[in-house]
């Protein structure tokens, strides 16, 4: 079966709050181009109008903007013109007891039907920055229908919280539209992109199985924020499948197959996120950005090991043993490996190969973690190990197993990953496809993981692009360890979502970089964006509450 869906993209040019007039008749000019490509989705950019940075609530209230009931009826009118759905970013007066006038503004998407009445109206959440100084933060996250399918609205940085499309998915929707305003920084305009165009975006689609589509402008607002454009569509595997330039304005058309978005490709499991269910400002995390640390006490050298599965303990134990080594006398204080029991249940199991780890780890007091399976009671898992000295500290069954893994005959583990205090500092322990669960690498996180060793192996999705992003939305090194295959390899990356180490596509190699904890526990994205304070208390339940 397939449920085609045609999208129009307008990537609009971005104009300053006192040309809001100009901004206005390009934007309807715009939607009527758009109109006629009968596409069934107009998406426009967030705050197309009239601006998005707006100085000051006093000088908006100066501009002499029109009001908003007149810019939603002549939306609203073009919708029910060309028969379609429109979604727009826009600037919104909504009354609120909150606020000291008794109206906020809200930084909205409103979704308009093809019957020209508003269908649907989400309001940014995740405050980025300046934003908070004149807009007030939503905290629901409904679903609306487009065109008979669940989707989720979405406004810019609330891309960077994985709850948020993470709560859409759950409710059903596997269309997320984004109204956005990437902002970007190069030399030359044509190179211009952002964290949320390069890898956060394609994480959200994959993890969740579900299309994304995304509007931006482009240009210089306000003589100092550059837009980066690449509005685009985003398939459930996380590709890219349309893009526009980064350099100039236009209209993008796709047509999507509803159909092929299959929903998160891993079950979820809600009762092992209890960790994630605490308020940001009460998490371990929060607290550990407020203890001091000594700087050049937290520095450490870390490595990932990109290598193939094998039957063979010895010949696995003499590729690792080669690997390890290299990287112990290079100064390498913890050392990751990747999942080394594949799809094979009868591959090399803990009794073979976990003494002969620890042995490796004792030789020069190194931190190391590996993944094999484990057979116990009829059943077999795959289960993580982290060894110091040669001394098991803990061993953690994967949680959550792809399709493929159940297939082969490996069974779930039933609690949730650790956090192990360690000299290189608080460790995570991600297993195999648990990284492509976002709720578990942020209970590590709010549990005080400042680092996550993820034993990754062979993933049905681009490692680096989740390993990129479960470092950047949780402000935590991730040290990821997959097979040589040019979709995994081996990743050391910063908390801001940096790739400071990599291998080289299809080699068994190592790469090893220097971390400071001090980063990670520096929570801020922006000034005042904080996604550990920030995360709405108690918005969340549906991701974490118990399963029945």
Not at 282 to 293: D, G, H, I, K, Y
Not at 348 to 358: D, G, M, R, S, Y
Not at 421 to 434: F, K, M, P, Q
Request: aromatic share 6%; net charge negative.
């Amino acid at each position: 079966m397939s449920r085609p869906l045609k999208v129009a993209l307008l990537q609009l040019r971005a104009f300053d709050l006192g040309e809001h007039a100009t901004a206005w008749g390009e934007l309807l000019q715009r939607v009527d181009e758009a109109g006629a490509a009968e596409p069934r989705l107009i998406v426009l950019p967030e705050a197309s109008y009239p601006a998005y940075f707006l100085h000051s609530r006093a000088a908006y209230e100066r501009a002499g903007v029109r009001p908003d009931a007149e810019v939603e009826g002549e939306l609203g009118e073009r919708a029910a013109r060309f028969g379609c759905y429109i979604a727009a970013g826009l600037v919104s007066r909504r009354p609120d007891p909150r606020d000291a006038t008794g109206t906020a503004l809200h930084n909205a998407c409103v979704l308009f039907g093809p019957d020209g009445h508003v269908a649907g109206r989400y309001t940014k959440s995740f405050l980025w920055h300046f934003d908070r100084d004149w807009f007030t933060a939503g905290t629901e996250y409904p679903v609306f229908d487009i065109d008979g399918a669940a989707a989720g609205l979405l406004v810019c940085a609330d891309g960077r919280l994985p709850e948020i499309t993470r709560s859409f998915a759950v409710a059903g929707a596997r269309l997320i539209v984004d109204c956005t305003a990437w902002v970007s920084w190069a030399r030359e305009r044509a190179l211009l992109s952002s964290a949320q165009i390069d890898y956060i975006m394609p994480a959200r689609a994959i993890e969740n199985g579900a299309w994304v589509v995304a509007a931006d402008k482009v240009g210089v607002e306000a003589g100092s924020i550059v837009y980066a454009g690449r509005s685009g569509v985003i398939d459930p595997a996380g590709r890219w499948v349309a893009q526009a330039p980064a350099d100039r304005d236009g209209l993008l058309t796709c047509t999507i197959d509803l159909d092929a978005a299959g929903g998160p490709p891993v079950e979820r499991r809600p009762h092992l996120y209890a960790g994630a269910a605490t308020p940001g400002q009460r998490s371990r995390a929060a607290a550990l950005a407020r203890e001091p640390l000594v700087a050049e006490d937290a520095a450490a050298r870390v490595g990932a090991v990109a290598l193939a599965p094998a039957h063979s303990a010895v010949a696995l134990m003499q590729r690792a043993r080669t690997i390890v080594r290299a990287l112990a006398a290079q100064g390498t204080a913890l050392v990751v490996l990747p999942d080394l029991a594949g799809l094979d249940a009868r591959a090399v199991t803990k009794w073979e190969a976990l003494p002969l780890f620890a042995e490796l780890s004792a030789e020069r007091g190194t931190l190391l973690t590996v993944q094999l399976a484990e057979r116990s009671n009829g059943r077999t898992f795959k289960t993580a190990y982290l060894l110091l000295g040669g001394e098991l500290l803990v061993a953690h069954r994967q949680t959550h197993l792809s399709e493929a893994e159940l297939r082969a005959g490996f069974s779930p583990g039933d609690e949730p990953p650790p956090v192990v205090e360690t000299t290189v500092g608080n460790v995570g322990l991600l297993a195999g496809s648990e990284g492509l669960v976002p709720e578990l690498a942020r209970s590590l996180k709010w549990r005080g993981a400042e680092v996550i060793a993820w034993s990754a192996g062979a993933l049905a999705a681009p490692l680096r692009t989740l390993a990129r992003t479960r470092a950047n939305e949780n402000r935590a090194y991730v040290i990821a360890a997959g097979t040589p295959s040019a979709q995994d390899g081996a990743y050391v990356i910063d908390p801001s979502g940096a790739v400071l180490g990599e291998t080289l596509a299809g080699e068994e190699m190592a790469t090893a970089a220097d971390l400071n904890r001090v980063l990670a526990r520096w929570n801020d994205m922006a000034p005042g964006t904080n996604p550990v304070r920030d995360r709405p208390p108690g918005a969340f339940e549906s991701l974490f509450a118990a399963r029945p």
